[in-house]
């Protein structure tokens, strides 16, 4: 393969994994989480954790399996939880990707605002997505995805995903 049909294709694999990554959080603003499991590969992981200075430790909020990140979100309707309406702001910061061409590690800061109902908004969560993607048949799945959220203090808890 010549250099610029190289070139081409990894400008083409860093727009497919961009729009994978804005595509998985859409989902979660959407409330489509059944879109937002399929982004995941079947041996899949969703862990959030946070840095706490006042412990001196990071903690692990959530590590779970795609089956439990599915079950989570299956019932989260039948639980008390936030009714604000939320729209992440996602800028992709680094793409590398291996000798092969597929696998790739992606690094990207977020934000989250929340909307109330009367219709104040404020930022909910800041944070960095650290995802691990792999190319399978022809298509860009997050194999891992860490969130490492800066936010501890969360004005009205929810039980889904940032």
Known sequence: MCAMNKKLDELLNKETVRETLLHSVQTLDLKRYDQFIK??????????????????????????????????????????????????ILSIDEVNFDESGTSALVNSTFSVFRTERDGGTQVYAVGYYNDDLLLLNGEWKINQRHVKVQTRLFKTPTPIPL
């Open 39 to 88: 982004l995941f590969t079947e041996n899949g992981r969703y862990i959030l954790t946070a840095e706490s200075t006042e412990i001196q430790s990071n903690m692990t909020w959530l590590d779970l399996s795609k089956s439990e990140l599915a079950e989570l979100l299956e019932e989260s309707p039948k639980h008390v939880h936030d009714i604000a309406e939320r729209i992440h």
